[in-house]
């Protein structure tokens, strides 16, 4: 078997964390005897620097004529003066859009070690998180109109906001076509108290519901309730459908329920085989270079693309399985225990007991990467 993957590490940590997931990329292979071929792109700042564009044409011909893409973030403070038009963030849209991968699914689950991780009490976490967001991607707001333009002497400027019919239908199939897979439950968020596009958004994912989907049951919420109910009760939720703004929001809420944004893998998709996958968290300036950005997302981002491009459900499963078993052994700092104030008296003696009970050690990008790598051989040579 061939596979042919077009790399796009992009800015700030992507490079350092895109590197650990080809790592275990790479012993999938491996193992399985498939004949892999990666093709390394410039994006967004990168691409920028080097040839003015964040989205040179020669990327985006690469990325088309793979099976998948995997991505690691863009941006960064050197390029945020640049026009919207002209910033990192751009190439990431348009790649996005250039190849019709409408579909972003974002799964958040806590993994049972992280649960004293997450900021929410352990009540609440143990009544179970683990939801997809499936954000809508190639529309609303993000793509609309846009425009600054001078009135009475000031500045004013305009993003519009526009859904049509097919756009959502597609993406309402797609979350229902997952929650069939999953727990049969949908949460249409909206804002259709408020705004025109909500209002089609929530009668179309209804429409299809009950027309194509009977057995799913289908409910709604808006969207500032919906914020509130992840951290009061993420349990009810099985599969959120969203258009663009308000899932790239809440995916990033759900992220850190999980125990740090770090964890967070994505997959965007078209609705054929081909995806991209990245994890959902940026660039993160303030920690690149320094080697202790957590690479599990990126890495399960190749596990998500494993399962929807190549079918490989079971290295999938043996991905997420390593990646399990490294929480219980070494972390970036990220997820480290947060560092207790010893009491004078018993300083010494905290810090002994709570580093023999715990047995975690810290680790960098590299250091994790390798052992879920090496954990991903184990498991398949066996
Ligand atoms: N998909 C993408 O490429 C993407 C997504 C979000 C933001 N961005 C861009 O990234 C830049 C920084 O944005 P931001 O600071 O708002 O968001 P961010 O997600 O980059 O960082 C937010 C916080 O989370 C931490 N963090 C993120 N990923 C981490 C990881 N893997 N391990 C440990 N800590 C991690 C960062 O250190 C930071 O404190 C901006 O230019 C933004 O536009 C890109
Ligand atoms: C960088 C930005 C364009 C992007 C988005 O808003 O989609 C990011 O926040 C994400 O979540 O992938
Ligand atoms: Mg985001």
Redesign the pocket.
């Given at each position: 078997m061939d596979m042919k993957i077009t790399v796009l590490k992009?800015d700030?940590?992507g490079p350092e964390?895109v590197d650990e997931a080809i790592k275990v990329l790479k012993v999938v292979c491996e193992c399985e005897n498939i004949n892999l071929t990666l093709d390394e792109q410039p994006i967004g700042g990168v691409a920028i620097d080097k040839t003015g564009d964040p989205l040179p044409q020669e990327t985006i011909d690469s990325c088309k004529s793979s099976d998948a893409v995997l991505l690691g973030?863009?941006?960064?403070p050197k390029w945020?003066a640049l026009p919207t038009d002209k910033r990192?963030?751009k190439g990431?849209l348009r790649i996005r859009s250039e190849l019709g991968l409408f579909a972003n699914l974002r799964p958040a689950r806590i993994f049972p070690e992280l649960c004293s991780n997450s900021p929410l009490k352990d009540s609440i976490v143990q009544s179970g998180v683990d939801l997809l967001v499936v954000r809508e991607l190639t529309g609303g707001i993000y793509f609309g109109k846009k425009g600054s333009e001078q009135i009475n002497g000031e500045q004013s400027s305009y993003d519009e906001m526009r859904y049509s019919e097919h756009e959502i239908e597609r993406i309402a199939r797609a979350a229902f076509d997952a929650a069939a897979k999953r727990h049969r439950k949908v949460t249409c968020v909206d804002k259709a108290n408020v705004l025109e596009t909500s209002q089609l958004f929530r009668s179309v994912v209804a429409r299809i519901g009950a027309k194509e989907y009977p057995d799913i049951e289908l409910s709604n919420l808006y969207v500032d309730n919906a914020s509130m109910q992840l951290v009061n009760n993420p349990g009810q939720f099985d599969v959120i459908v969203t258009g663009n703004l308000f899932g790239d929001i809440l995916s990033d809420e759900a992220a850190m329920l999980t125990g740090?944004?770090?964890m967070l893998p994505s997959a965007s998709l078209g609705g054929s085989g081909f995806g991209l996958y990245?994890?959902?968290?940026?660039?993160?300036?303030?920690?690149a270079g320094k080697g202790?950005?957590?690479?599990l997302?990126t890495i399960l981002s190749v596990a998500m693309m494993l399962k929807h491009t190549f079918q490989m459900t079971m290295h999938a499963k043996v991905i997420e399985a390593a990646v399990e078993e490294s929480l219980s052994v070494l972390r970036?700092p990220?997820l480290m225990p947060a560092e207790e104030e010893p009491a004078h008296s018993l300083g010494g003696y905290i810090t002994e007991v709570f580093g023999t009970r715990t047995g975690l050690e810290t680790a960098t990008t590299g250091e994790l990467g390798d052992f879920v790598a090496n954990e991903v051989r184990r498991a398949l040579e066996k």
């Open positions: 992009g700030g940590i964390i973030a863009v941006g960064g945020d990192p963030e990431l740090s944004i770090g990245e994890p959902i968290h940026g660039s993160a300036p303030d920690i202790i950005a957590n690479p997302a970036t990220d």
